[in-house]
């Protein structure tokens, strides 16, 4: 069983991004360091990877909003990098010359529309029948986090449905065992 000491959690609104921009589709976080809120978390500090799950996502747009369009999935995405176990399909071109890609996909949102005229009020974040799952990421609490909303294709979303919003998600945590980083171990090889 993965220890609970491993385990965190991570609230984001958009209105606290690191310039304080008012339209939600591409924002940046300064996470800098765990060691600032957590000094005794050396442990995650060191850490060059970790699992990272979306677990709750909420964006102040009604899913009959006309401003929605044929947008039907909301992906949240990680700017700047790319998962190692992440994958999605792209359209052939001549400069695309196979349909899977790695992909920085980390979690993905229904909008409630079924296309361009019906809407499904039935759900807003996500179906009874599907929950985001981890994806594999560099250590999340070093550095910039950006974050980019974009729709089912991958393009970012249109000012008409991110400016002057807002969203908060919760993102799920785990950090993998490393007897690397056991501080109790190489406390005990240091004494003996």
Known sequence: MKAIQNYYYLYINSDDNNIGAT????INF????????????QYIENQA?????LCYFAMDISPDD??????TTIQLRV???IFPNTFETSPLSATNQFNLGSSNILGIIPSGRQDATDFNNIYLYSNVDYDNTYVVMGNI???QLNLQLTDQDGTLLADTLTNNKSYNIKLELYFPE???FN???NINKLIN
């Open 79 to 81: 700017g700047g990098t």
């Open 178 to 180: 490393d007897d690397n």
């Open 66 to 71: 006309t401003n929605i369009g044929t947008t």
């Open 23 to 26: 339209n939600c589709k591409n």
């Open 49 to 53: 990877y970790c699992y990272v799950r």
């Open 183 to 185: 501080i109790d171990n």
């Open 30 to 41: 300064n996470m800098d360091s765990i060691l600032q809120s957590a000094p005794n978390r």
């Open 141 to 143: 609490f070093k550095g």
